[in-house]
């Protein structure tokens, strides 16, 4: 009997797997839930022992109970729809609408779960519009935030427009996709494409990716094949947590290109002693340093620079290793024993080391920093590419090039290296994380950019001598540089199941 | 047709954007070249500005530059003020790059190379008297002039002030202040740093803990709340420097200013405000001859250099007398005394020491003081009747009237010798036993072999393990026992005033921590760890103020931060330089430092206050940058 009851409750589990909607629901009132709390308690007075009721915290925490307590009405009863007939309600799919809402209230979990659960199936196209829609709507929100501020910045109103206007395209676009699909005009969707790719110069990579995924759909002749590149995209879309990652970067690319128009930089970079260690308010979200600077501009402007340093970092060693790795594999012998014991030195030294020792022989510069960074990583991508290549080069499909004819350097470049790059690509995901926090670590010991400039490890290194009197100073760009770590780890995870060709 | 209409809002909404980027853009241009000189905060108040106007004149119109220089500002680790001063140079128009080096070492050889505009840096009157606040940087011949600056004029005056008399070299002193800053604008004031000692009021009785202007922290005095503790309990401090340059006076540097100050006594000291005292020296009190050019010290009797012995100080029962007095004078003065002596420029002055008794002439010698002879006026403070001097320290007891006296010349008059001889570099060595050690060096210099000859009072003779050798003997209230990596151990000298009830030490033991990191330092502060702790950054304050424990107190230094020029740049031009000057926003770097930090006019500021101030002033900011563009036609 137990036995039997085990296995029962194992296929139920099984089955409720299949949903993400569920598993977005859950994440959505878990999320949602635990917001309000911390909301509740920095809203409680200890000294008077209650709550303060008009600060701006407690009706915000009020604002996230209500699609906790949806969410999980909502899972509950999605949960027994599919336990009696194997699917989720129509009325649960219905009334999810009413989570997207709170969108507005900053609960992006809460409108991830209702995009998710309103739809039945779920095309890429719509995964992406959604994504796309979200993004843009969290940087018109984060830039709202001006409003508090004294001056709006030069360009805020036309900027500002044209992000809504981006988030009512669409919403248009939704349901001409909706439309292309019922009626199976999707050659028309050609427009929509080009339009959406248009609208990722906001730094909305979704918009792009969503153009281009229409536009090859369409120039692929036979609508059976499928596109490889969509279909790991697809399995990325399937992972949760790796579209939460995608969304993070995503957003801070799209703040980071958007912030030229909708913030001040002078707000980051220049001293106002009237306004020196204010605590969090409205109009400095995050309060001021040490010379009166928002922590919060600061921290929007520091995502570029960080964002910046951590891709060109990365991309310098991936492209120098990896070119090294694969003239090594694929050559072998002496010159594969040339390059990589010469890297093998370079390995040899710690990475901290090597990237301190750069930055204090030719001085502190974003410039060096970059350099510095990408000099201690090619070993490592080195040896990644090289093992890939020679993994891939012993296959059939090489043999047979070779066969014909083919020239050494062409079937390196045509077939082994196309072939290799999956493990790169998530190693790269991987250390565009670490690339940042070796940044912010740099400009924590004053070896990284200069002071003045909002780096976040520079935010950071200012609010650490405050952390006993203004500790939101350090913790606010702490939690940024946590977030955007965990994002690129989060990414890398989900495009290592996506490539994995054993999940496919 | 909805396709067509979402991509008719879309490239609506792409027109919007940019037809409000160009409009926009036209704006910016015409308004950006006038409001960037502008500062956000315009301190200086009604009155000034109407001062600063007429200074102007009315004469023509002033002079955008084209294009403003982009200079390079120089720093030495700190970065809290590279921040604030870009800030305010970028605020005046500059376009200003910042090179902020990790060390000292990095910082002058960037300056040697001349690969700055500006460098931020500072200057310390360590004696508090006003020719040492400029000579050693400002006077063409000084021995840390490295900028370079060599005007006849300014040495003219420095050289006047130095040979007056403190009635008569205040103006002088003033005429400098104007010509310097004023006129030729050889630095940019920056602030004056405040100086602050944090000490633990529940250990120590907070009234023994001095904190004064210029001369190094002291230890005689020190009590602790109980009595009882003073043997048992050693007194806990830290410092940065774990490499101590060695326990002799004259070699000393910031490392061990301290000790060679608490280590060897000299004939007269600074007190807490800068004032030439005998308290806690070796005289009981000085004459100066009405020539303004001979000194009479007369010497006390009860101070004796002590040992150590089985690991403990001792008193070596040898009095210091006139003829160690001389002796350290002498070597003070003489370049050759040891290798690269750093201070002896400062005894220039100095014609010669000698141990004085012919008592006679003493009574026929005038002294400054109001008609009295030189013997009167050291008979006042005498505890007996001056009967005899003698030449011989062994001899001296001055209950039966046998006294010591030292007497100093100067080539010419110069009354703020008395401050070189409080300075450190001035502190009484045991002939004997320095001449014991270094003999190898005195009989011939040229072999002398920095790796394996160890001069007198290196630290290699007292760190602790196999070459323990301590041979220290120390004229003052304390000596180092032993040190390693991360203590120095000092204790009292038994024969220090053994009577005299405010100067002679009483706390045993000193154990000096060295602790690199200063939030380290200020953690072991407040776990107990040590007991006092110098300047503790501003942020920290109001931590401290909330724990009654703790007590801080505060006095302004001698401490002149400012810009120094490189003159071989942009700033040749001296409009460049009174536009950095004006654009040096002082009370807006004191409120960055959270009060931390003094206005300043010059380096004599600190130590004779003539009321200058030199206010920011975005319009005279805008003034020179106009006289620099017509002269340089940019």
């Given at each position: 009997?137990?036995?039997?009851?085990?296995?029962?409750?194992?296929?139920?589990?099984?089955?409720?797997?299949?949903?993400?909607?569920?598993?977005?629901?859950?994440?959505?009132?878990?999320?949602?839930?635990?917001?309000?709390?911390?909301?509740?308690?920095?809203?409680?007075?200890?000294?008077?022992?209650?709550?303060?009721?008009?600060?701006?915290?407690?009706?915000?925490?009020?604002?996230?109970?209500?699609?906790?307590?949806?969410?999980?009405?909502?899972?509950?009863?999605?949960?027994?729809?599919?336990?009696?007939?194997?699917?989720?309600?129509?009325?649960?799919?219905?009334?999810?609408?009413?989570?997207?809402?709170?969108?507005?209230?900053?609960?992006?979990?809460?409108?991830?779960?209702?995009?998710?659960?309103?739809?039945?199936?779920?095309?890429l196209?719509?995964?992406l519009?959604?994504c796309?829609?979200?993004?843009?709507?969290?940087?018109?929100?984060?830039?709202?935030?001006?409003?508090?501020?004294?001056?709006?910045?030069?360009?805020?109103?036309?900027?500002?427009?044209?992000?809504?206007?981006?988030?009512?395209?669409?919403?248009?676009?939704?349901?001409?996709?909706?439309?292309?699909?019922?009626?199976?005009?999707?050659?028309?969707?050609?427009?929509?494409?080009?339009?959406?790719?248009?609208?990722a110069?906001?730094g909305?990579i979704f918009?792009l990716i969503?153009?281009l995924a229409?536009?090859s759909?369409?120039?692929?002749?036979?609508?059976?094949?499928t596109i490889e590149w969509i279909e790991t995209l697809r399995r990325i879309f399937r992972n949760y947590m790796a579209v939460l990652g995608m969304l993070v970067i995503i957003?801070l690319v799209?703040?980071s290109?958007?912030?030229?128009?909708?913030?001040?930089?002078?707000?980051?970079?220049?001293?106002?002693?009237?306004?020196?260690?204010?605590?969090?308010?409205?109009?400095?979200?995050?309060?001021?340093?040490?010379?009166?600077?928002?922590?919060?501009?600061?921290?929007?402007?520091?995502?570029?620079i960080s964002l910046f340093i951590g891709i060109i970092a990365t991309a310098i060693p991936l492209i120098a290793g990896g070119f090294l790795g694969s003239v090594a594999g694929n050559y072998g012998s002496k010159l594969d024993n040339g390059i990589m014991r010469i890297l093998d030195i370079f390995h040899a030294v710690p990475s901290t080391?090597l990237t301190?020792?750069i930055?204090?022989?030719?001085?502190?510069?974003?410039f060096?920093l970059i350099i510095a960074l990408s000099l201690s990583n090619i070993p490592v991508y080195a040896r990644t590419m090289r093992a890939q290549v020679m993994v891939v080069s012993n296959n059939e499909f090489v043999e047979a090039a070779r066969?014909?004819?083919r020239r050494k350097y062409e079937i390196l470049f045509k077939h082994i290296i196309p072939n290799s790059l999956a493990p790169m690509i998530v190693r790269a995901s991987v250390s565009i994380g670490i690339a940042v926090l070796s940044t912010s670590s740099l400009?924590?010991?004053?070896?990284?950019?200069?002071?003045?400039?909002?780096?976040?490890?520079?935010?950071?290194?200012?609010?650490?001598?405050?952390?006993?009197?203004?500790?939101?100073?350090?913790?606010?760009?702490?939690?940024?540089i946590?977030i955007l770590v965990l994002a690129f780890n989060f990414l890398g995870d989900g495009l290592r199941d996506a490539l994995d060709p054993k999940m496919k | 047709?909805?396709?067509?209409?979402?991509?008719?809002?879309?490239?609506?909404?792409?027109?919007?954007?940019?037809?409000?980027?160009?409009?926009?853009?036209?704006?910016?241009?015409?308004?950006?070249?006038?409001?960037?000189?502008?500062?956000?905060?315009?301190?200086?108040?009604?009155?000034?500005?109407?001062?600063?106007?007429?200074?102007?004149?009315?004469?023509?119109?002033?002079?955008?530059?084209?294009?403003?220089?982009?200079?390079?500002?120089?720093?030495?680790?700190?970065?809290?003020?590279?921040?604030?001063?870009?800030?305010?140079?970028?605020?005046?128009?500059?376009?200003?790059?910042?090179?902020?080096?990790?060390?000292?070492?990095?910082?002058?050889?960037?300056?040697?190379?001349?690969?700055?505009?500006?460098?931020?840096?500072?200057?310390?009157?360590?004696?508090?008297?006003?020719?040492?606040?400029?000579?050693?940087?400002?006077?063409?011949?000084?021995?840390?002039?490295?900028?370079?600056?060599?005007?006849?004029?300014?040495?003219?005056?420095?050289?006047?002030?130095?040979?007056?008399?403190?009635?008569?070299?205040?103006?002088?002193?003033?005429?400098?202040?104007?010509?310097?800053?004023?006129?030729?604008?050889?630095?940019?004031?920056?602030?004056?740093?405040?100086?602050?000692?944090?000490?633990?009021?529940?250990?120590?009785?907070?009234?023994?803990?001095?904190?004064?202007?210029?001369?190094?922290?002291?230890?005689?005095?020190?009590?602790?709340?109980?009595?009882?503790?003073?043997?048992?309990?050693?007194?806990?401090?830290?410092?940065?420097?774990?490499?101590?340059?060695?326990?002799?006076?004259?070699?000393?540097?910031?490392?061990?200013?301290?000790?060679?100050?608490?280590?060897?006594?000299?004939?007269?000291?600074?007190?807490?405000?800068?004032?030439?005292?005998?308290?806690?020296?070796?005289?009981?009190?000085?004459?100066?001859?009405?020539?303004?050019?001979?000194?009479?010290?007369?010497?006390?009797?009860?101070?004796?250099?002590?040992?150590?012995?089985?690991?403990?100080?001792?008193?070596?029962?040898?009095?210091?007398?006139?003829?160690?007095?001389?002796?350290?004078?002498?070597?003070?003065?003489?370049?050759?005394?040891?290798?690269?002596?750093?201070?002896?420029?400062?005894?220039?002055?100095?014609?010669?020491?000698?141990?004085?008794?012919?008592?006679?002439?003493?009574?026929?010698?005038?002294?400054?003081?109001?008609?009295?002879?030189?013997?009167?006026?050291?008979?006042?403070?005498?505890?007996?009747?001056?009967?005899?001097?003698?030449?011989?320290?062994?001899?001296?007891?001055?209950?039966?009237?046998?006294?010591?006296?030292?007497?100093?010349?100067?080539?010419?008059?110069?009354?703020?010798?008395?401050?070189?001889?409080?300075?450190?570099?001035?502190?009484?060595?045991?002939?004997?036993?320095?001449?014991?050690?270094?003999?190898?060096?005195?009989?011939?210099?040229?072999?002398?072999?920095?790796?394996?000859?160890?001069?007198?009072?290196?630290?290699?003779?007292?760190?602790?393990?196999?070459?323990?050798?301590?041979?220290?003997?120390?004229?003052?209230?304390?000596?180092?026992?032993?040190?390693?990596?991360?203590?120095?151990?000092?204790?009292?000298?038994?024969?220090?005033?053994?009577?005299?009830?405010?100067?002679?030490?009483?706390?045993?033991?000193?154990?000096?921590?060295?602790?690199?990191?200063?939030?380290?330092?200020?953690?072991?502060?407040?776990?107990?760890?040590?007991?006092?702790?110098?300047?503790?950054?501003?942020?920290?304050?109001?931590?401290?103020?909330?724990?009654?424990?703790?007590?801080?107190?505060?006095?302004?230094?001698?401490?002149?931060?400012?810009?120094?020029?490189?003159?071989?740049?942009?700033?040749?031009?001296?409009?460049?330089?009174?536009?950095?000057?004006?654009?040096?926003?002082?009370?807006?770097?004191?409120?960055?430092?959270?009060?931390?930090?003094?206005?300043?006019?010059?380096?004599?500021?600190?130590?004779?206050?003539?009321?200058?101030?030199?206010?920011?002033?975005?319009?005279?900011?805008?003034?020179?940058?106009?006289?620099?563009?017509?002269?340089?036609?940019?």
């Amino acid at each position: 009997m137990n036995g039997k009851n085990q296995f029962l409750k194992k296929a139920q589990a099984r089955k409720l797997q299949r949903f993400p909607e569920l598993n977005a629901l859950n994440i959505s009132w878990a999320a949602s839930f635990s917001l309000a709390l911390l909301l509740l308690f920095n809203s409680f007075d200890w000294e008077l022992k209650g709550f303060i009721v008009d600060s701006p915290a407690f009706y915000v925490a009020a604002l996230y109970l209500i699609p906790a307590g949806l969410s999980l009405s909502l899972s509950i009863c999605s949960a027994r729809g599919i336990a009696r007939s194997g699917a989720i309600p129509v009325f649960v799919r219905r009334i999810s609408l009413l989570l997207a809402p709170f969108a507005l209230a900053g609960n992006i979990f809460a409108a991830i779960a209702g995009f998710t659960t309103v739809k039945k199936s779920k095309s890429l196209e719509y995964q992406l519009l959604t994504c796309a829609f979200l993004n843009n709507l969290m940087v018109i929100m984060t830039a709202s935030l001006n409003f508090f501020k004294d001056s709006l910045p030069d360009y805020f109103a036309p900027a500002i427009s044209a992000l809504a206007f981006t988030l009512a395209f669409y919403l248009a676009a939704m349901a001409a996709l909706h439309r292309a699909q019922k009626t199976g005009g999707y050659k028309r969707l050609y427009p929509i494409a080009f339009a959406s790719i248009l609208t990722a110069a906001t730094g909305n990579i979704f918009a792009l990716i969503l153009g281009l995924a229409i536009i090859s759909k369409i120039r692929s002749s036979d609508s059976n094949r499928t596109i490889e590149w969509i279909e790991t995209l697809r399995r990325i879309f399937r992972n949760y947590m790796a579209v939460l990652g995608m969304l993070v970067i995503i957003f801070l690319v799209t703040l980071s290109v958007c912030s030229i128009f909708t913030f001040d930089y002078a707000i980051a970079t220049t001293n106002d002693y009237s306004n020196m260690l204010k605590p969090p308010s409205l109009a400095f979200p995050f309060g001021t340093d040490d010379v009166g600077r928002c922590v919060f501009t600061r921290i929007v402007f520091g995502a570029r620079i960080s964002l910046f340093i951590g891709i060109i970092a990365t991309a310098i060693p991936l492209i120098a290793g990896g070119f090294l790795g694969s003239v090594a594999g694929n050559y072998g012998s002496k010159l594969d024993n040339g390059i990589m014991r010469i890297l093998d030195i370079f390995h040899a030294v710690p990475s901290t080391l090597l990237t301190i020792a750069i930055v204090a022989a030719f001085g502190a510069s974003t410039f060096n920093l970059i350099i510095a960074l990408s000099l201690s990583n090619i070993p490592v991508y080195a040896r990644t590419m090289r093992a890939q290549v020679m993994v891939v080069s012993n296959n059939e499909f090489v043999e047979a090039a070779r066969a014909c004819g083919r020239r050494k350097y062409e079937i390196l470049f045509k077939h082994i290296i196309p072939n290799s790059l999956a493990p790169m690509i998530v190693r790269a995901s991987v250390s565009i994380g670490i690339a940042v926090l070796s940044t912010s670590s740099l400009s924590y010991l004053g070896l990284g950019v200069e002071p003045k400039i909002p780096e976040w490890g520079n935010i950071l290194k200012v609010g650490s001598k405050y952390l006993e009197t203004n500790p939101y100073l350090a913790v606010y760009p702490g939690i940024f540089i946590i977030i955007l770590v965990l994002a690129f780890n989060f990414l890398g995870d989900g495009l290592r199941d996506a490539l994995d060709p054993k999940m496919k | 047709m909805k396709n067509l209409r979402s991509i008719a809002i879309c490239l609506f909404s792409v027109a919007i954007l940019f037809t409000g980027c160009y409009k926009k853009a036209d704006v910016e241009n015409s308004s950006t070249s006038n409001a960037s000189a502008v500062p956000a905060i315009t301190p200086a108040s009604s009155t000034d500005e109407a001062e600063s106007n007429s200074a102007i004149g009315s004469s023509d119109e002033l002079a955008v530059p084209k294009e403003m220089p982009e200079i390079t500002v120089l720093f030495n680790g700190n970065q809290e003020m590279s921040v604030v001063l870009q800030d305010l140079l970028e605020k005046a128009g500059f376009k200003v790059a910042v090179d902020i080096q990790p060390d000292n070492a990095s910082f002058y050889t960037k300056v040697d190379a001349g690969n700055f505009d500006l460098a931020f840096t500072y200057w310390t009157t360590t004696i508090g008297s006003p020719d040492y606040s400029v000579r050693s940087v400002w006077h063409s011949d000084g021995s840390r002039n490295s900028y370079h600056i060599n005007d006849p004029k300014l040495d003219e005056l420095i050289e006047l002030g130095a040979s007056q008399t403190p009635e008569e070299y205040i103006s002088t002193y003033s005429e400098i202040e104007d010509y310097m800053i004023g006129e030729m604008a050889y630095a940019a004031p920056v602030d004056i740093q405040m100086k602050d000692i944090t000490l633990n009021a529940s250990i120590l009785d907070p009234e023994s803990v001095r904190n004064p202007k210029s001369r190094a922290f002291q230890w005689e005095v020190l009590r602790y709340n109980d009595p009882s503790q003073h043997e048992t309990l050693p007194f806990l401090m830290s410092q940065v420097a774990a490499d101590l340059s060695p326990m002799d006076p004259i070699r000393a540097d910031n490392s061990t200013f301290q000790f060679n100050t608490n280590c060897y006594i000299r004939l007269v000291n600074l007190t807490d405000s800068d004032e030439i005292t005998t308290d806690a020296s070796l005289a009981y009190d000085y004459a100066i001859g009405d020539s303004g050019s001979d000194f009479y010290f007369l010497l006390r009797d009860d101070v004796f250099f002590s040992k150590v012995e089985n690991g403990h100080a001792v008193n070596t029962g040898e009095r210091v007398g006139a003829e160690d007095a001389v002796y350290s004078l002498d070597r003070a003065k003489d370049k050759n005394s040891v290798p690269n002596h750093p201070n002896y420029s400062q005894y220039d002055s100095i014609d010669k020491n000698e141990v004085f008794t012919d008592l006679d002439s003493l009574k026929s010698i005038p002294s400054k003081t109001g008609g009295k002879s030189v013997y009167d006026v050291l008979q006042e403070a005498a505890p007996s009747a001056i009967a005899s001097l003698t030449d011989d320290k062994s001899a001296a007891n001055n209950s039966g009237g046998v006294y010591q006296i030292v007497h100093t010349s100067t080539k010419y008059p110069f009354p703020q010798i008395l401050n070189v001889l409080a300075h450190t570099s001035s502190g009484v060595l045991s002939k004997d036993q320095v001449e014991k050690v270094n003999a190898k060096y005195i009989s011939d210099p040229d072999s002398y072999n920095v790796q394996t000859d160890a001069l007198y009072g290196e630290q290699s003779w007292y760190i602790e393990g196999e070459g323990y050798d301590n041979n220290l003997v120390c004229s003052g209230p304390y000596i180092p026992i032993k040190k390693n990596d991360y203590q120095c151990i000092f204790e009292l000298n038994p024969g220090f005033m053994p009577t005299d009830e405010t100067y002679a030490p009483k706390i045993k033991t000193i154990d000096y921590k060295f602790i690199k990191d200063a939030e380290t330092a200020f953690s072991a502060l407040r776990a107990g760890e040590i007991h006092v702790l110098y300047t503790i950054s501003a942020s920290k304050f109001d931590i401290l103020n909330s724990d009654p424990t703790f007590m801080t107190k505060d006095t302004p230094s001698n401490i002149y931060h400012y810009l120094a020029y490189n003159y071989n740049g942009v700033f040749s031009n001296i409009n460049l330089r009174k536009a950095v000057q004006h654009a040096i926003d002082q009370e807006l770097v004191a409120l960055a430092f959270q009060g931390r930090r003094v206005p300043t006019y010059s380096p004599i500021t600190s130590v004779l206050s003539t009321g200058k101030v030199l206010k920011a002033d975005p319009d005279m900011v805008a003034y020179y940058l106009s006289e620099w563009a017509k002269e340089t036609g940019n």
